[in-house]
Nanobody, 121 residues
Framework: QEQLVESGGGLVQTGGSLRLSCAAS????????MAWFRRAPGKERELVAG???????YYADSVKGRFTISRDNAKNMVYLQMNSLKPEDTAVYYC???????????????WGQGTQVTVSS
């Protein structure tokens, strides 16, 4: 059973930065795609960024140029560097693991517990 544990959330002012981390416990981490989703209050869970096992990346239009996803396969870690944060980025952010990067949450088979990101105006 894979376990994903997120960290790095918190409260930040508009324009600030945060770095989210996700630690995976599996031994075949590099074989899987990893993604960051978020769920804002009253909204559906949405894909923010994804990265394949080979390092190809995907970003939602709303975060392009501000967020960067990366992974360290040697450490079983995936990161989300978030810059120029806006109040509309406020959400619970989830790390997820799947075979490929897809926008649908149903495509991912392991999820972390989530970490709150709050951006104040």
């Amino acid at each position: 059973q894979e376990q994903l544990v997120e960290s790095g959330g918190g409260l930040v002012q508009t324009g600030g930065s945060l770095r989210l981390s996700c630690a995976a416990s599996g031994r075949t981490f590099s074989s899987y795609a990893m993604a960051w989703f978020r769920r804002a209050p009253g909204k559906e869970r949405e894909l923010v960024a994804g990265i394949s096992g080979g390092g190809s990346t995907y970003y939602a239009d709303s975060v392009k140029g501000r967020f960067t996803i990366s992974r360290d396969n040697a450490k079983n870690m995936v990161y989300l560097q978030m810059n120029s944060l806006k109040p509309e980025d406020t959400a619970v952010y989830y790390c997820a693991q799947g075979w490929t990067v897809r926008t649908t949450p149903e495509s991912y088979f392991y999820w972390g517990q989530g970490t709150q990101v709050t951006v104040s105006s």
